[in-house]
């Protein structure tokens, strides 16, 4: 893999996160900045914390730590849905499903990444200068 544009989870998350703000554009306005706000943070920061992740493979303890990272701001993705949704901030009840079904796979898709580089990531040999 030369990019981390290569990872499918890289993809899915991108993805998700740019219906997560789109969707949350369209929320009632007493939840365009405080659960429309913290939605939108975590739904990108899934995607970001990817991105730092693999910026950092070198070192396969902090690669692994960014991809935990990337799949606990999923899980929070997950609780700010149902919270809008329980609340009837959002009242699609097909984009609520729809989305949440997203994030639970996308949930399980990096936690399966996940164990495949705990098992298999590889860190480079130590130079020797």
Not at 8 to 25: D, F, G, P, Q, V
Not at 42 to 68: H, N, Q
């Amino acid at each position: 893999m030369k990019s981390y544009r290569e990872l499918e989870i890289y993809k899915e998350s991108k993805r998700l996160a740019i219906e997560i703000h789109k969707m949350s554009l369209t929320l009632p306005k007493f939840e365009m900045y405080e659960e429309g706000g913290q939605i939108r943070r975590s739904s990108k920061s899934i995607t970001a914390s990817i991105v730092e992740g693999y910026g950092r493979r070198k070192y396969k303890a902090d690669f692994i730590k960014y991809l935990i990272y990337s799949q606990s701001e999923c899980d929070e993705t997950i609780v700010h849905l149902d919270f809008l949704f329980e609340t009837g901030s959002l009242p699609d009840k097909h984009m609520y499903e729809d989305l949440r079904n997203d994030y639970d796979s996308l949930s399980k898709r990096i936690n399966k990444f996940t164990q495949w580089a705990e098992d298999n990531w590889n860190e480079p040999p130590e130079s020797k200068n």
